[in-house]
């Protein structure tokens, strides 16, 4: 298995432009996770999903964030319209619902907002 | 303040020496995770201790866990310069959420 895929890895963005970041999860998992990253904060829980539902969004900073995950292979977070201080690394893992949370993660999404 | 803190904050020490990392959490667990992570990596999980177990071997890691003192304890024996990383604490409540809260880190750094 390739494990939890992103995509970008990287991605440079002015302020004000739509940022959308992707995430494919473990076969056959079917938690998924979307964390961000940061100096100040630490790694903070934005959203999860189980079974493709959202159940927890509480992390999410505000509206201009927003998550899909339409299929069990595919999620999305998008920030609209993007700001400085979104500039983090953001992460998404996957676990199985049931038994032990152990949570895989992806490499990593480096956002930069100028 | 967030659940599950580590400390020290940073650690360096000598390759082959032991390192200790310590996390105290404040709610009731199902279970407590520790993970490494590499710069510019994510998350790998490394050992997985449940709240009715005491401690857990696992290669050269050795986690404990102290319900009463909410709080875990991971030890790395013959530290080697691959060992450096930032450690991570991970919990997840006794109320079915899924979710785990991470904290702050500690950053390990072995000198060869």
């Known amino acids: 298995d390739a494990g939890v895929i992103q995509s970008p890895r990287h991605e440079v963005t002015e302020m004000g432009q739509e940022v959308t970041l992707r995430c494919k999860p473990i076969s056959g998992h079917n938690s998924l996770f979307w964390y961000r990253q940061t100096m100040m904060r630490g790694l903070e829980l934005l959203i999860y999903f189980n079974n493709n539902v959202p159940i927890d969004d509480s992390g999410m900073p505000e509206d201009r964030f927003s998550a899909k995950m339409p299929n069990a292979s595919f999620s999305t977070l998008k920030i609209q319209p993007s700001e400085p201080r979104d500039s983090a690394v953001y992460f998404c893992a996957s676990s199985f619902l049931v038994g032990y949370n152990e949570q895989f993660f992806g490499p990593g999404t480096r956002l930069t907002v100028l | ?112």
């Open chain 2, 1 to 112: 303040s967030q659940q599950g803190e580590e400390d020290p904050q940073a650690l360096s020490i000598q390759e082959g020496e032991n390192a200790t990392m310590n996390c105290s959490y404040k709610t009731s667990i199902n279970n407590l995770q520790w993970y490494r992570q590499n710069s510019g990596r994510g998350l790998v999980h490394l050992i997985l201790i449940r709240s009715n177990e005491r401690e857990k071997h696992s290669g050269r890691l050795r986690v404990t866990l102290d319900t009463s003192k909410k709080s875990s304890s991971l030890l790395i024996t013959a530290s080697r310069a691959a060992d450096t990383a930032s450690y991570f604490c991970a919990t997840d409540g006794d109320t079915g959420r899924r979710a785990l809260t991470f904290g702050s880190g500690t950053r390990l750094q072995v000198q060869p």
